[in-house]
C-alpha cells in the first residue's frame, strides 16, 4: 500500500503465469490449483472436491498465443459506498483483483465481500440455466420455452385478473438502466405494484427526508465526513454494514480530533471506535433524538439564524420537545440525561456536526417519523448544507439508491415524478407512447367492502402494494385488498425470500400464488422452501459485474461500471430477459422505441440517455454516458475530500465525481453534480443549491420560501417559488430562453404554456437560464419541520407493536388501525392483543437485527462465496452474558428462538457476548435454507445450494408497519430463547 | 534493501475481513487454511479491539530454527519464506510461531498434516519469480511486481499497513500523534524485538 | 481421555521440563474495563482501549474472540513460541547428544572393564529351556523394529538438519525426512500395539520382590563372582520392562497428542506435548541402548532367548535360578525339548 520494494512493473506478472496454464488448454486456473501445494502435499494422496465450471473450461482452451491482461473496472454490488472494482481479464476468465487506487471513494480498499467479488462471478453455485418446477422436480429448460411460458402464464391471469395480480419486484442490484427499463415495463404493463429492496431498508428515509427538505438522499457523502467535528452514528453499524466509509469516518475522526458518537441498543463494532456510546432501548429513536434536542433548546445551542432564514414552524417541534424531559427520556430510552447533555452540547457546539443513520432508524412501524426526528436535529443546530454536516444516510445495496431514483418504487414514476396526470404525460412525452393507451393498460377497480370504485385513471395514479407486504396480498380475504383482484403472480427479478418479516406467512403466500419467477443468479429461498410444486420458474440473471451500466451509490455519484467477462453459463443480464419478455407480451416496441438494440439487447448507453432526457426533477439529465465514462477513466483527478475535479481539465474539469445528482440541464452544459445538497455557499452552477421549494409557497399565514437565504451569486436574494415558464415570463426570463427551447416548451404546454415547470421542460431550458441567473431550478424554500401531510406531522413517540414495555403502551400508543396503499394496517389492534395478553411477559427478549460484514442482504450470493461463507458458517443469536447465564446456555450451542406469531421457532447457535444488553438479543439477517430447525438444502436444485445455510431471523419476527411507506419492523420484536 | 514488516493499527481495524478475503481471492487459499485472520479483543465491551494477523515474518522466525528439516529461509526483503519440497508437515513451526501463522491441509488418516502453508508477504516461494510452479504451491508472488501484500492494499480502512518496517512505523507514529492515542504496534515486540515509539 | 490428560498434567508438574505456566491456565482474559451493562455510559472507547502489555499483564497470551471454528487461530500473540524454540534449538540437542553419547560411552567403559560375561558351563550345558514362546518374541520383535525406525526418524527431528543435511543436501534430505516423517507416524501404531502387548504378557513377572533387592544388592552379578538368585526377570531386566512399559505410554500418549493436534490440547499444550516428547525419547533411547548391549553384546547366551526362544539350562540355572526351579516344577520334567510352549497367560 505504502512503499514498493522497486519501481516500474515487473516484465512478467503472475496472470501471464496464470495464462500460460489458460493456453495450455490442459487446465484452467482453478483445476491446477487444485494440483497445488495448498491443497496436497506432494506425497500424500488428498480427495478434492470438482468444482469445474462450464465457462472457464472453455476459456482455458481459446488461445494459444500469449494472451494479455486487460484491467475493466466496475462498481462493486454489496453496499452503497460505491468502491471501484479492478478486474485483471485473461481469455476472457477473471483471473485477479488488485486495488482501486484511483478511485476517490475507496481508493483501493475493499471489504470482506468486495475483496471477495471474483469468486461471485466465478461462483459455480450459481443458476446455470433456466429452469422449472414440475411436481416438486427442478427441471432444466431452454430461455425460448420459459420466455413461452411465462408470457401465456402472464397473458392468461391478467385476463381473468388484471394487470394489478401480477406482482413486480426488482431489485437494487440492478443498474440504473435495469431499474428504468423495469419501471417502465411495469407502467406498459398497467401497474404500480412494482417494488424493491428500499422498501424495506430505506424507504422512510426517503419519505421522511424528502419531505423535509426536497430530496430523499444523503445530503453530503462519505468523503465528506472527513470536514465533520461531531459525527452522531444513531441505529447503524458502518464498521460492518459500509466497512468502507469507515475510513473517512475514522480519517475524519482522526484528523479533527472529531467526537464520534454511536447511538445504538447494539455496541457494535463501530461502537468500539466511538468517543462515546449511547445504548438505547431499540425503538426509542425519537425519545433520545427528543432527549436530545430539549437540551439544545433549554440551553438555547440552536442555531436560531438558520431556523429563522431556512426552516418551517420549529416552534411546533419545540412544544413537542419540551414534553421529554430528562427523566422522561430515561423513563422510556433508559439513556440518562447527563449523556444526553454531553451528546446535545457537542453536537450543537463542535460543527461541523454531521448525523449518519441507518438501518436502525428506518426499520420501524415509526421510521418516517424517526427520519424526520433526525432531520429537525440537524435543522435546529444548522447541520446542513454545508461541508462536513448533513444527513449522511448511508443505504444497503449498490444501486439502491439509484434504483429508488428511477422509480421502483409504488408510489412513483421514475425520477420521483408522481403517480399523477402530470408526471403520467411527461413521461408519456419521453417514452413517446399515447399516455391514453398507457391508461388502457390498468384495471379498473370495483366497488368493495365500501370502498368506492376506482376507473383507470385512478388506479393509475393509486399507488401499489409494497413488497412487505405481497403475501398479505395473496392471503387476505380480496375485499380487504384494495385492488382488482388479490395477488396471483409474482415476478421475482434479484430480490431474496428471506427479507420480508412474517415468514411462515410469506411462505403461505408463496403457496397460493398461482405462478412465481424468480429471476436471479442464484436460485434464493423462494426456490428452498418446500411450499410449491409446479409453476415456479428460475431464471438464471447475470450478476451486475457481467453487465455495463451505472449505479448511484449512497452519495449520488453515478460510477458507470463495465462488463468485466461475458455471463456466465446461459445466464443473461436484466435487459435482454425484460426485452424479450415485453417481446412476448407485446409491448417491446414501446418499451423499447428510443433505444438501440444491439443482437437482441437494449444498449445500456441508450437507455440511459432516454434516462437523461426524462430526468429533470432529480437532474439525471446532465450524466451521459460519455461524461460517466471519462469519469472513470479520471477517477485519479478528483479531490478525495471535495470530490472534484479541477477546474482545467479537459475531460472532467470542475466536475465533482460521479455527477452527483441534481446534475442540471443537459450534458452539453458541463454541470458538475452536486456534491453537497443544499449548499447556500456555492454557485448553482459549482453545485450549490437551496432547500427545496417543494410544498408551496405559504401555509397558516407563513412563508414557505426562505427569507434572506439563497445560494451565492444568485439573482434572486430571497425565497422563490420552483420555476415555470409562468414565473419565467414574470421575471422576464423566458428571452433568455433559445427558439428551440421555447417551441418545445410551448409544444409542451399545448393550451396552459405557464405550466412546463423545470422538471417537465424536455427542451433542458428552464434549467439552462436558472443556472444562468444563479438560481436553484426547484425554488428556494424552508425545509419543514412541520410536514402536515404525514400522519405525524411533528414526529411522536410511539412503542413498537411488540413492546417489551406494555406500561408505556397507554401513554404512547402506535398509529390506529387504517388502510394504507391498498391494504389493511392493524398495527394497533395487534399492539393492543399484545398488551392484553401479556406476551412480553412470555417472550422477556427484545429481539433486534442486523448485519454481519461478510454477507449481505438476503445472503444467497455471498453465502454461496467459499471465501466469505468459511468466515461466518453458522447462523446465531447474539445473547447477553446475563441472558445466557439464566437460562444455561453456553457460546456455541444450539438455541431455540422462539417468536410470538405463528408459533414461530428457529434453531440457531449462541453467540454469548455482551455486546448486546441484558434483555437484548441480535440476529443477522443474511441467512436462509433452514426453516424451523429442518435443513432445506435438498430443496434447491442441484449444485446451486449455498455454502452455508441457516435459520432466517424474519421467521420470528412480527406484526408492523410504517404507516407512510409501508416498512416493516424488524428492529424491534420479542422473543424468547432457551437451550436446544 | 527494505526491511518487510507488517504493522496493524488496531485503533482502525474494524474487523471487515478484507484482508482474509483478499488473501483468499489472491492466492486461491483453499477452504480451511487462514493465511491471514482477524481477533477481537475484550469483544462487545469497551475498549474492543480488532488485529489482523498474520506470519510477522519475525527477526530470528522461531518457525525457521525449530525446523527440523531447515526448509525455512529469509529474503533479502527479511521475509520469511519455506519451500514445501522440503516441508515434511511436521508441526513444529506452528508449536513454535508466536502469531499462529502456519496452517496445515489436512490430507491423510488420522490428521495427518500435509505440507505447512503460511503467509508468504505475497512474495511466492523458492522457484523463479511468477513461475507456474511457485503460483502453484505459494500464490502469486506481488513483490516481485513491485506491489505489496494484498491485504494491506485492500484493507478498508487502511489499518493493516505493509512494507518497510521504518516507513510504516514512521506512518503509524504520525497518526498516533495526529490523534492523540494508539494502543501500540500488535505484536511487534514479540517478532522483531521492537516496538513503534511515539 | 480425561484420564489421559489428567496423566499428562502429573507427569508435566512431576517433570518440571519447561516453565510454561499457562498451558492449563484459565483463559478467560479479564477486562481491563467493565461494562456496567445496559448502559455504559462514562466509559471512552477510544482513549481506554485494550493494549498489549495490559493483556500480557493479565495472562500470558492474548485470546479473542474469532468467527472461524478453528479455535487456535483465536490466539493473537502467544510468545512462549519463543521459549519452545530455546529448549528445542538450545537445549535438546545437548540434552539428547549428552545423553545418547553418554550412554554409549558408559557402555564402551563397562565393556572395556568387564568385558563380555561369559557362559559358565555345568552338567546342565547343551540342554534347552524354553525361555520366550513365539507370540512373545514376535511382540518383541517387532517393538524393536518399530522402536528402532521411531528412534532413528525421531532422532532426525532433532539432529537431521545438523549431520544429515550437510551430507546430503537439502533435496535428498527433504525427501528422506519425509519418508522419515510418515514411517515415525504409522510406525507409531504397532509399536504402542508391542508395548501393550509386552505389558499383558510380562507384567506378571516383573512385580518386584524381595530377591530383587537381594539382587540389586549383590551387583546383579555383573560384579564380582556369583549369581543372585533371580525369577523369570531379574532386578535389572524388570527396571527395562517398566522403562519400556512407563515410556512407551508416555511416548505414546504425548506422540497421539501430535498425531491429532490440538484435539484435546492447546498450543502450549501442544509445546509441552513436544518436549516430553523428546525429553522422554532421549532417555528411552540411551536406556534400550543399554537393553541392546546387554543382550547381544554384553553377555552370551542372552541374546538366545529373544533369538531363537530358547537358553541353555546351565545359563538359565545361573542367570534365573528360581524361575528354572518354578519351571521344572510345573512341568515335572527336566529341560523341555518338545511339547507345548508356554501359554502366554
Known amino acids: ?237 458502518p464498521a460492518e454494514a459500509h466497512p468502507v466509509s469507515l475510513q473517512h469516518v475514522l480519517s475524519g475522526k482522526e484528523i479533527n480530533r472529531a467526537n464520534m458518537i454511536v447511538i445504538d441498543p447494539r455496541f457494535t463494532r463501530t461502537a468500539a471506535h466511538a468517543t462515546e456510546y449511547v445504548r438505547i432501548r431499540s425503538g426509542t429513536d425519537i425519545p433520545v433524538v427528543w432527549g436530545i434536542l430539549w437540551h439544545i433548546f433549554q440551553n438555547g445551542w440552536e442555531d436560531k439564524e438558520f431556523i429563522a432564514q431556512r426552516v418551517y414552524a420549529m416552534d411546533d417541534v419545540r412544544k413537542e420537545v419540551a414534553k421529554w424531559t430528562p427523566d422522561e427520556v430515561e423513563r422510556v430510552s433508559g439513556v440518562p440525561g447527563e449523556q444526553l447533555k454531553r451528546v446535545a452540547e457537542k453536537f450543537a457546539k463542535e460543527k461541523p456536526a454531521t448525523l449518519i443513520w441507518c438501518m436502525g432508524a428506518t426499520q420501524h412501524t415509526v421510521g418516517t417519523a424517526n427520519v424526520r426526528a433526525l432531520c429537525i436535529l440537524c435543522l435546529a443546530t444548522g447541520n446542513v448544507g454545508k461541508p462536513g454536516t448533513g ?54 377497480v370495483p366497488a368493495a367492502a365500501g370502498r368506492k370504485a376506482r376507473t383507470r385513471k385512478e388506479n393509475m395514479e393509486a399507488p401499489g402494494i409494497t413488497s412487505t407486504r405481497w403475501f398479505d396480498a395473496v392471503n387476505l380475504p380480496p375485499e380487504q385488498i384494495d385492488q382488482k383482484s388479490p395477488v396471483k403472480a409474482f415476478m421475482v427479478f434479484g430480490h431474496g ?189 459549482e453545485g450549490g443549491g437551496t432547500f427545496r421549494a417543494r410544498f408551496g409557497t405559504e401555509r397558516n399565514g407563513q412563508t414557505l420560501l426562505a427569507e434572506d437565504s439563497f445560494s451565492r451569486g444568485s439573482d434572486l436574494t430571497d425565497g422563490y417559488p420552483e420555476f415555470t415558464f409562468g414565473v419565467f415570463k414574470k421575471l422576464g426570463w423566458d428571452r433568455d430562453l433559445t427558439p428551440e427551447e421555447l417551441a418545445t416548451i410551448l409544444k409542451i404546454g399545448g393550451e396552459k404554456p405557464d405550466t412546463v415547470s423545470w422538471a417537465t421542460d424536455l427542451s433542458g431550458g428552464i434549467q439552462r437560464v436558472c443556472l444562468e441567473h444563479g438560481v436553484s431550478p426547484f425554488g428556494n424554500g424552508k425545509a419543514r419541520a412541520n410536514a402536515w401531510n404525514l400522519p405525524d406531522p411533528v414526529p411522536v413517540h410511539r412503542e413498537p407493536v411488540y413492546s417489551p414495555r406494555p406500561d408505556l403502551v397507554a401513554k404512547y400508543p402506535t398509529r390506529p388501525d387504517e388502510r394504507q396503499l391498498r391494504m389493511p394496517n392493524i398495527g394497533f389492534s395487534v399492539q393492543k392483543s399484545v398488551v392484553d395478553r401479556g406476551v412480553a411477559k412470555e417472550f422477556p427478549i427484545i429481539l433486534t437485527s442486523g448485519r454481519l460484514v461478510e454477507y449481505e442482504g438476503g445472503g444467497e450470493e455471498t453465502r454461496s462465496n467459499p471465501w466469505l461463507a468459511e468466515l461466518q458458517q453458522d447462523m446465531f443469536v447474539e445473547i447477553n452474558t446475563g441472558d445466557a447465564a439464566e437460562r444455561g446456555i453456553k457460546d456455541g450451542q444450539f438455541v431455540w428462538v422462539t417468536g410470538p406469531e405463528n408459533a414461530s421457532k428457529a434453531k440457531v447457535k449462541a453467540l454469548v457476548t455482551d455486546r448486546v444488553g441484558k434483555g437484548v438479543a441480535f440476529m443477522p439477517f443474511h441467512f436462509s435454507g433452514w426453516y424451523q430447525g429442518k435443513d432445506m438444502r435438498d430443496y434447491y436444485p442441484k449444485g446451486t445450494d449455498p455454502v452455508v445455510l441457516g435459520e432466517s431471523v424474519n421467521t420470528v419476527t412480527t406484526y408492523g408497519f410504517d404507516p407512510v411507506t409501508g416498512m416493516q419492523e424488524t428492529k424491534c420484536t420479542l422473543c424468547q430463547i432457551k437451550a436446544a | 534493501m527494505a526491511r518487510m514488516k507488517f504493522l496493524c493499527d488496531a485503533d482502525r481495524c474494524i474487523e471487515c475481513n478484507a484482508c482474509v478475503t483478499a488473501c483468499k481471492n489472491e492466492h486461491e487459499v483453499p477452504w480451511g487454511i487462514n493465511r491471514r485472520r482477524v481477533v477481537t479483543l475484550n469483544d462487545g465491551k469497551p475498549g474492543e479491539r480488532s488485529v489482523s494477523m498474520a506470519c510477522m515474518h519475525c527477526t530470528d522466525a522461531p518457525c525457521a530454527a525449530v525446523c527440523p528439516v531447515n526448509c525455512f529461509y529469509t529474503t533479502a526483503d527479511a521475509v520469511v519464506l519455506h519451500s514445501k519440497d522440503i516441508c515434511i508437515g511436521c508441526g513444529y513451526c506452528f508449536y513454535a510461531c508466536p502469531f499462529g501463522a502456519p496452517q496445515y491441509p489436512r490430507v491423510g488418516n488420522f490428521g495427518s498434516r500435509g505440507k505447512m502453508d503460511k503467509c508468504t508477504y505475497c512474495s511466492g516461494g523458492p522457484e523463479p519469480d511468477f513461475s507456474t510452479a511457485e503460483y502453484e504451491k505459494y500464490g502469486s508472488n506481488r513483490l516481485a511486481e513491485g506491489k505489496l501484500p494484498l491485504c494491506a492494499e485492500m484493507c478498508s480502512t487502511k489499518a493493516l499497513l505493509a512494507g518497510d518496517g521504518e516507513m510504516i512505523a514512521e506512518i503509524y507514529k504520525q497518526r498516533v500523534i495526529k490523534r492523540g492515542y494508539g494502543s501500540g504496534a500488535w505484536g511487534w515486540k514479540t517478532a522483531y524485538r521492537e516496538t513503534v515509539a511515539i | 481421555m480425561r484420564r489421559v490428560t489428567t496423566l499428562f498434567s502429573t507427569l508435566l508438574v512431576a517433570a518440571m521440563l519447561v516453565a510454561a505456566p499457562a498451558a492449563f491456565a484459565p483463559v478467560q482474559a479479564q477486562n481491563p474495563i467493565q461494562a456496567d451493562g445496559q448502559n455504559p455510559m462514562g466509559a471512552r472507547p477510544t482513549a481506554d482501549s485494550v493494549n498489549e502489555e495490559l493483556l500480557f499483564k493479565q495472562e500470558s497470551k492474548i485470546r479473542g474472540r474469532i468467527s472461524i471454528p478453528d479455535g487456535k487461530a483465536a490466539n493473537l500473540i502467544q510468545p512462549q513460541g519463543r521459549e519452545y524454540q530455546n529448549f528445542r534449538e538450545r537445549w535438546l540437542p545437548w540434552i539428547g547428544a549428552l545423553a545418547i553419547l553418554g550412554m554409549v560411552a558408559a557402555l564402551g567403559a563397562f565393556f572395556l572393564f568387564r568385558g563380555r560375561i561369559m557362559m559358565e558351563h555345568s552338567q546342565e550345558s547343551g540342554k534347552k529351556i524354553l525361555r520366550f514362546n513365539a507370540f512373545e518374541r514376535f511382540t518383541h520383535w517387532m517393538t524393536a523394529v518399530c522402536f528402532i525406525i521411531l528412534s532413528l526418524s525421531g532422532l532426525n527431528y532433532i539432529f537431521g538438519k545438523r549431520l544429515l543435511m550437510p551430507l546430503i543436501g537439502p533435496d535428498a534430505f527433504g525427501a528422506l525426512s519425509q519418508w522419515a516423517k510418515y514411517s515415525h507416524v504409522y510406525l507409531a501404531w504397532p509399536f504402542m500395539l508391542g508395548v501393550a502387548f509386552m505389558f499383558v504378557v510380562w507384567v506378571r513377572d516383573n512385580i518386584p520382590s524381595k530377591v530383587d533387592w537381594a539382587w540389586i544388592k549383590a551387583g546383579g552379578g555383573f560384579i564380582g563372582k556369583g549369581h543372585p538368585h533371580a525369577g523369570r526377570f531379574n532386578a535389572g531386566q524388570k527396571g527395562v520392562f517398566w522403562m519400556v512399559a512407563g515410556f512407551g505410554a508416555a511416548m505414546g500418549a504425548t506422540g497421539l497428542m501430535m498425531l491429532f493436534p490440538f484435539a484435546l490440547l492447546d498450543i502450549n499444550g501442544m509445546q509441552v506435548m513436544q518436549v516430553i516428547h523428546s525429553l522422554i525419547g532421549i532417555v528411552f533411547i540411551a536406556g534400550i541402548l543399554a537393553h541392546i548391549y546387554i543382550g547381544t553384546l554384553g553377555m552370551e547366551g542372552a541374546y538366545d532367548a529373544m533369538g531363537s526362544g530358547k537358553v541353555d539350562l546351565a545359563w538359565a540355572r545361573a542367570h534365573h535360578d528360581l524361575w528354572v526351579e518354578k519351571e521344572q516344577a510345573r512341568t515335572g520334567s527336566g529341560p523341555q525339548l518338545k511339547g507345548h510352549p508356554a501359554p502366554a497367560e
Open chain 1, 497 to 685: 425470500g428471506n427479507t420480508v418479516t412474517r415468514m411462515p406467512e410469506a411462505i403461505e403466500g408463496m403457496n397460493k400464488l398461482e405462478l412465481l419467477v424468480v429471476a436471479d443468479p442464484h436460485p434464493t429461498t423462494f426456490a428452498a422452501l418446500d411450499a410449491r410444486q409446479d409453476n415456479t420458474y428460475l431464471l438464471p440473471i447475470c450478476t451486475s459485474l457481467e453487465m455495463d451500466g451505472s449505479r448511484t451509490a449512497s452519495n449520488r455519484s453515478i460510477q458507470w461500471g463495465e462488463q468485466v467477462v461475458k455471463p456466465a453459463f446461459e445466464s443473461k443480464n436484466d435487459y435482454e430477459v425484460l426485452y424479450k419478455l415485453a417481446q412476448k407480451l407485446g409491448f417491446a416496441d414501446k418499451l423499447c422505441k428510443n433505444i438501440k438494440i444491439v443482437d437482441g439487447v437494449p444498449e445500456a448507453e441508450d437507455i440511459l440517455r432516454e434516462i437523461n432526457r426524462g430526468g429533470w426533477s432529480t437532474g439525471y439529465c446532465g450524466q451521459s454516458p460519455e461524461r460517466l465514462k471519462a469519469h472513470m477513466r479520471n477517477q485519479h483527478k478528483f479531490d478525495l475530500v471535495t470530490l472534484r475535479a479541477p477546474k482545467d481539465d479537459p475531460e472532467v474539469g470542475g466536475d465533482y465525481y460521479g455527477l452527483p445528482w441534481p446534475c442540471w440541464g443537459k450534458p452539453e452544459i458541463r454541470h458538475p453534480g452536486s456534491a453537497i445538497l443544499y449548499n447556500t455557499n456555492l454557485h448553482v452552477k
Open chain 1, 1 to 237: 500500500m505504502l512503499i514498493k520494494r522497486k519501481s516500474g512493473e515487473a516484465a512478467r506478472t503472475k496472470h501471464q503465469a496464470v495464462a500460460a496454464g489458460l493456453a495450455s488448454g490442459v487446465l484452467d486456473r482453478r483445476a491446477f490449483l487444485r494440483k497445488s501445494g495448498l491443497t496436497a502435499g506432494a506425497l500424500a494422496a488428498a480427495g478434492t472436491t470438482q468444482l469445474g465450471s462450464v465457462r472457464k473450461a472453455k476459456a482455458a482452451g481459446s488461445s494459444a498465443v500469449g494472451p494479455d491482461t486487460v484491467i475493466k473496472k466496475n462498481v462493486c454490488t454489496h453496499c452503497s459506498v460505491g468502491c471501484t472494482v479492478t478486474a485483471e481479464v485473461v481469455n476472457g476468465v477473471w483471473v485477479g483483483q488488485e486495488p482501486s487506487w484511483a478511485s476517490p471513494i475507496n481508493r483501493g480498499t475493499h471489504c470482506a465481500k468486495g475483496a471477495a467479488i471474483r469468486e461471485l462471478v466465478s461462483s459455480d453455485r450459481r443458476l446455470k440455466y433456466p429452469m422449472k418446477l414440475e411436481g416438486g422436480q427442478w427441471k432444466r429448460i431452454s430461455w425460448d420455452q420459459a420466455y413461452e411460458e411465462i408470457g401465456d402464464k402472464l397473458i392468461q391471469i391478467r385476463e381473468k385478473n388484471g394487470a394489478d395480480s401480477v406482482y413486480w419486484l426488482g431489485s437494487a442490484k440492478f443498474t440504473n438502466e435495469a431499474s428504468y427499463l423495469m419501471r417502465k415495463f411495469a407502467a406498459l404493463w398497467g401497474t404500480n405494484s412494482i417494488d424493491h429492496q428500499a422498501r424495506i431498508c430505506h424507504s422512510t428515509t426517503v419519505a421522511g427526508v424528502a419531505n423535509t427538505w426536497g430530496y430523499g438522499a444523503q445530503t453530503n457523502s462519505y468523503n465528506d465526513i472527513r470536514n465533520a467535528k461531531t459525527m452522531i452514528i444513531l441505529g447503524g453499524n
Open chain 1, 391 to 444: 444527513a449522511n444516510i448511508f443505504r444497503g445495496h449498490t444501486n439502491v439508491q439509484g434504483a429508488t431514483d428511477l422509480g421502483l418504487d409504488v408510489t412513483s414514476l421514475p425520477l420521483y415524478y408522481g403517480l399523477v396526470e402530470g408526471g403520467w404525460r411527461h413521461w408519456a412525452r419521453v417514452w413517446e407512447v399515447e399516455y391514453e393507451w398507457l391508461q388502457s393498460r390498468f384495471d379498473e
